[in-house]
């Protein structure tokens, strides 16, 4: 959430002239996305994203997000495309770091959905993951549960430090993850991050898609699972919205569909989804100083989820 | 240069609501001006900055600015406007905070001027000049002589941390100033900030004068040479650019003039200048942990102006 590298507004205008963006008329940093420098700039011709990839992101990635990005435009996705330079290249280098221009959508994210806008959520999901077939990309997503496993060792003594009995909490989870994951579920491109910071809206409209650094090959449904751990609880994890879940899981469905295998598999997908961040906002945690300037996401917020899905009824879950 | 308050979107969006501005479309955090949390956003209407105004600035200063910047702008300087909303009013509370709407300026900072910038930038220095003649607001510049002297006192024995015999060359400098230090000439309002970073441009063009938070009531020919200390010497100070010093005092003494007294006391002024930033950089380079996450600015890069302009010709410092 920073600027991490400061790029000469000449070099930004110099960079511009390999495009037919316009001249430089405005650049700001902005605050936003992963650990990314990202610059709202304005040109004579309109507005763009200008993304260099800080350390989080690899470069070797970035040819499946261009490509997937560009597949969901084309069929009618509202995502921010990628956007070429006068010989068709989309991934340059600028300031020594791989530097992409990028559409700008306009829109806001909510941070206490209504139902109706979790319902445009939803369907908006369901309507990337229909535009999402026969995309051919691949990329595997280091966060499934091999990856929660690995993250957990790492963390190790440290969970205590986070709340006492922690560790054996995740260890228990774990366990009950490898023994009742739905590995045979349909898998396809999910988005795996669908925060409503992800989501860019007008009112109740859906107005774009955004951050797609974490998309990935898994379980579908999963990326409903994340989506409703992410929308459909108060911010500390402490509250349940079951109206926002109802109308999420709606709009998902009217839109694309859930089967009655992902239905049956769905409360595990939950609680792996709430574990995934609970794993992550730990690691986070323990490694960055108390007294560092960035906000440490609390982990026991998605602890909060966790308990509420593995205790709840499967069908409270999918809003009947 | 971060967002330090964040305000969901849905309150900015009621906040507009108070004004003439339209409705929200968009907003993005920006890493911009001095320790303010500050928001680009888009409306039906147009764009703004909506400035939350963190512990750095006083609230009490706020009128001062606001008032100045109406001044300036309604005799034809490009300054950003503070919005009223439908009551008149500029000065509003969000989340906790004293915030106000700012009109949104285009242009770009540049970080090497070349001569044309840099005149521009001088010129525009002495039309701000001009246009604050009869505004009677007053602010004590808190990082005057006196200021230095208490500011080199809370860094006292810390000074030789950052290089050998920082400290007595401070005190020595301080001497000298005392001194030497013109205090008979001229007063006005100054931006007492003028960096290229708080100067937008379009080309040769300056389109915007901002950050004003600084602004204050001190000797007016010190904002010249606050101004040629930030944009007539390599970043790290090591070398001095004459060409760009000589533009930059034409362009002033074409729009506002220089007398001869101000011309005198120039060398002054200069190390004055150099001085005051090596201190609050030295300030904050003391003050701030090495491993912070913000960038300490190097308090060196002053002391070498400093060394300059101490070993200058006057005459030199005026571009003749």
């Known amino acids: 959430m920073a600027v991490y590298?400061?790029?000469?507004?000449?070099?930004?205008?110099?960079f511009l002239t390999r495009y037919d963006a316009g001249r430089l008329v405005s650049a700001k940093g902005i605050a936003e996305g992963v650990e990314n420098s990202n610059y709202l700039l304005e040109t004579t011709n309109g507005r763009y994203i200008l993304t260099l990839y800080e350390k989080r992101v690899d470069e070797a990635d970035l040819p499946f997000f261009i490509d997937l990005l560009d597949h969901l435009g084309e069929r009618g996705c509202l995502v921010p495309r990628f956007i070429p330079d006068r010989t068709g290249k989309r991934l340059q280098q600028l300031s020594g770091r791989p530097a992409c221009l990028i559409e700008f959508?306009?829109?806001?994210?909510?941070?206490?959905?209504t139902p109706a806008q979790a319902k445009a959520a939803g369907a908006a999901l369901g309507q990337m993951h229909r535009a999402a077939e026969g995309f051919s990309g691949q990329r595997r997503n280091a966060l499934d549960l091999p990856g929660w496993?690995?993250?957990?060792?790492?963390?190790?003594?440290?969970?205590?430090?986070?709340?006492?009995?922690?560790?054996?909490?995740?260890?228990?989870e774990l366990a009950w993850l490898d023994a009742h994951w739905p590995s045979d579920l349909p898998r396809a491109v999910i988005h795996a991050d669908l925060f409503p910071d992800n989501v860019l809206m007008l009112g109740d409209q859906v107005t774009g898609l955004i951050d797609f650094y974490f998309s990935c090959t898994d379980i579908r449904a999963y990326d409903l699972a994340v989506t409703q751990s992410a929308w459909c609880f108060s911010n500390d994890g402490s509250a349940w919205h079951a109206d926002r879940a109802a109308a999420l899981v709606q709009g998902y469905v009217e839109s694309f569909g859930l089967s009655d295998a992902e239905r049956r598999g769905f409360q595990a997908l939950c609680r792996g989804a709430a574990l995934r961040f609970l794993l992550t906002r730990a690691y986070d945690w323990i490694n960055t100083p108390a007294d560092a300037l960035v906000t440490r996401k609390d982990p026991l917020a998605f602890l909060r989820r966790l308990d509420f899905y593995a205790s709840a009824s499967p069908a409270e879950l999918l809003g009947a």
């Open 5 to 14: 590298t400061h790029v000469p507004a000449e070099e930004i205008d110099a």
């Open 105 to 113: 959508l306009t829109g806001i994210s909510v941070t206490e959905p």
């Open 149 to 172: 496993h690995d993250l957990a060792g790492k963390c190790g003594d440290h969970f205590d430090e986070i709340a006492p009995g922690l560790g054996d909490r995740v260890a228990q």
